[in-house]
């Protein structure tokens, strides 16, 4: 399994190395970014920048817009283009966040409070509806049909997911085949539209665009099933980060997906409590990762995220190798091996 | 004053036959975009339909997408790409109004229970979010990148007047010129936008698109003030309509601000307790209409509304006499004069 670096200790190097490696690769691009990210966020309304900036300075690792970067160079791009498509897609991912958090009634993000526990929800959703539309500005000034065609598309398609997510939220009988359209939907969607622009704007044939698309759809599929681990792991409490907020969300993701249909009669009866009714007491969250562990629910969502992230590889088969192939082929196993 | 057409009764029509009339007029379009309003906010993920479909089917005038169909018309446009752009202003327009209610926390919405008071807040911005993908996905198959922008910025506008609304809401000492700036971007830009696209469409020149805009820009700014008028008015009452959503939600509109600034202070003090306090008891809504009536707030926000008429009115000058342009001059006395 060619993905399991670690077996080897020669070949590993630390994980957050290689999303380090990755970002100082596009560092002078990606500062263009920011720039630009600051710049479009402004509006005569102060308190547009005030909230977006809020959310957009406070720690995100910038993933999307770095695999929009980092995809035009390994296809040779050698004009600007990318810089403000990458904006457009940090925007929409923004936008989305800001939504999201007022759906899920979050009062954390990136262990911040989050904007919505700061300015209030309305402010939240009207800001999200800026950056949205701000985004395809950016899109519209670029002038690419293509690229506006990839990402409205994109856009609809998050929405169409996190309805979705609304939906079968605190249903524990949700299966893992419908788990995994709602992630597809609303998390990988956006991965696999940022890595295609970089093919996009560079002009390459379809065969190319494809494969970056491919790449950046499993990529984001194996990134959302490590951070559904996350949100139970012992790791994350130990860097200082909440744990276990999916769970008082009553949010069913993978690990409770498989728990709940390994468990028995009583496990079950647990979850339904738990997830479904929302009625919680002290020292659930610690039997939730118990019963969890018991049946390996956590480790086999990492190991399927590992599946995802072996065909996230291949897909780059097409390209030759060079410093941002190997980038883009070390970020798959930090996206699996990371703690944070 | 061109517009008082009722001071001249053979010269008057009833209003309400004026929008008939517009609506008439593109009655065949109007069809094509009612359909294609109903296809394309399909999504496998029911709720979608429902949700969208729920608001879409509750009554709306379609004044935008009329607008649009009509100014088509007026440029002697002969193709069929004004339907598909119709219907991208109407899901802009839909998708502000969930956002909307979700943050003026309204239960009715043209007199029938509000989206989020059926749905929930949840689905309500999701489903927005969907929308305004969606709207963005029909500019794209259109192809043209000149209405991509018209309509980004717009939806840009819309979103910064709506948090410049949130911040002076409940503030009885908003002036008129900033009341003026919010209508202005939050509901007249949609107005301004549907009707210049008609013409971009018809590939007329810049002085006619800007006609066309500020035809619509006028035109939405005088729907506003008399939307606010009609929310005091004993006409909407007698059709059965609610009266006093506006003042139950602290909302400061141009009656409040006229009557505030023309009272005195034991006046203000009613403002203040019942607008920015939003603390109202029985007979505090008869009071606000009794002290707007004392004070010619209702009558002179209905004057100011003329005005702006006026110059829709001239706006048009451009064009040459004909059923759309006569139809299009109408309903701005349709606007000024409605009870509904």
Redesign the interface.
């Known amino acids: 399994m060619a993905v399991v670096t670690n077996i080897d200790p020669k070949r590993r190097k630390p994980t957050a190395d290689a999303l380090q490696d990755l970002i100082d690769l596009v560092a002078d691009d990606l500062k263009a970014v920011n720039d630009l990210i600051i710049q479009r966020m402004h ?3 102060e ?2 920048p005030q909230l977006a900036g809020y959310l957009i300075a406070s720690g995100g690792k910038r993933l999307r817009p770095v695999l929009t970067l980092a995809a035009a160079r390994l296809c040779n791009y050698q004009g600007d283009r990318q810089k403000s498509l990458a904006a457009a897609v940090e925007f929409i991912h923004t ?2 966040l800001l ?1 999201d958090d ?2 899920d009634d979050s009062d954390l993000r990136r262990g911040l409070a989050s904007a919505n526990a700061v300015f209030g ?3 939240s ?6 950056l ?3 985004a ?2 950016l ?2 000034e670029d ?1 690419s ?1 293509e690229v ?2 990839i990402l ?2 994109a ?2 398609v ?3 997911g ?3 997510q ?2 079968t939220a605190n249903d524990t009988e949700t299966s893992e085949q419908a788990y995994l359209e709602v992630i597809r939907a609303k998390t990988a969607e956006l991965f696999a539209s940022a890595c295609r622009i970089g093919a996009v704007v560079a002009d390459r044939p379809p065969a190319e665009q494809a494969a970056l698309s491919d790449y950046g759809l499993n990529l984001g599929i194996a990134f959302q099933l490590v951070d559904d681990v996350l949100d139970y792991s012992a790791a994350q409490a130990r860097l200082g980060k909440t744990v276990g907020d999916d769970f008082r969300e009553g949010k069913i993701t993978l690990p409770v997906v498989l728990a709940f249909r390994r468990g028995n009669d009583e496990e079950r009866a647990f979850w339904r409590r738990t997830l479904e009714d929302e009625e919680q007491h002290d020292g659930d969250l610690d039997h939730a990762v118990m019963l969890m562990t018991r049946h390996h629910a956590l480790r086999d969502s990492v190991e399927r995220g590992r599946h995802y992230a072996a065909i996230a590889r291949d897909a780059l088969g097409l390209f030759s190798d060079g410093p941002e192939k190997r980038a883009l082929l070390n970020v798959l196993d930090f996206v699996i091996d990371r703690e944070y």
């Open positions: 509006s005569p309304v308190m547009i936008a989305t939504h007022v759906v929800n309305k402010p959703v009207l800001v999200g509806d800026f949205l539309s701000r395809f500005q899109m519209v002038g049909l506006l065609r409205s598309n856009s609809a998050i929405a169409e996190e309805v979705l609304l939906i």
